[in-house]
């Protein structure tokens, strides 16, 4: 069955079909999406942190039903990722900030390590695709800011939406987690959707890191999205309806698992202002902003155009 190309439609988001190439010249791997339209079914209720501790609380409550036994922790999963190992030193590496002195973020590499096998490499269209897309997004200069603001994007994390993930009954962050990250461990009692821990690649630095969920170091691994909601209110998100603007913000295609400082050093940047540190991710990052400009009719200054056109001039062949 084909799978559905970005060239499709570009106003109406693509309910999770995706185009995995492989970044150093494997084959273009895709996906299919069904043609026809499923029957609606009733989804399970969101699984959140939050309203997993407020079950365990009323399960533990004088008044609440007695708690069951406690199912055993869950299990890494390490299909098709590398198995990292964690730095023994529990220190950060040279030249990092002081927000990650003395935390466990680090993880020692494989000798044999491939970052195609991770998902945050993978492409989700060719080179050559993307070439194309870019040359139909419109230029135009930026419209002001005005009226922007994180609830025209609708709930944040929110599981109501049309894109991939959505109506599984986990929020978005969590299945990003899922998805980005290896040797993942589930919180128990959450239908493994509240991730505690797992390794994973750092897209943006190309640094191997390890996501621990609590208070102080949730935030050092943070959701980013590849094009910035302030971006996009600035290049055509104003006129998208409220549920598309909802699907953008929770689209996994415009997601990635990255390091908190450097989501705070690019904030609302757009190609030309900021580009990835680590140079090997570029390719991946420009496919990733032109793919989701053009499937939610977003435009381009001229300046982001030449700088995406330059990043997928450097792609490999």
Known sequence: MPWNSPLENPAIPRPGARVLGALFALPLITSCSMGDTPPPVIPPPLVTEDAAQTQQQSASSPTGTPPSASPDPAQPSTVGRPDFTADTNNSAPPG??????????TVQLPADYDPTQWPNYQLIASPVEATQLLATLPIRGRSPKTGYSRQA??????DDVTVEFGHNGCDTRNDILRR???QVVTKPGTRDCVVLSGDFLEPYTGTPLHFQRGKDTSPLVQIDHVVALGDAWQKGAQQLAPEQRQNFANDPDNLLAVMGRVNTQKSASDAASWQPPNTAFRCAYAIRQIVVKHRYA???TQAEHDALAASLQRCPS
């Open 180 to 182: 980005d990250l290896s």
């Open 298 to 300: 977003l435009w381009v």
């Open 153 to 158: 994007f609708g709930d944040r994390w929110t």
């Open 96 to 105: 990092n900030d002081s927000e990650l002195a003395g935390v466990d973020v």
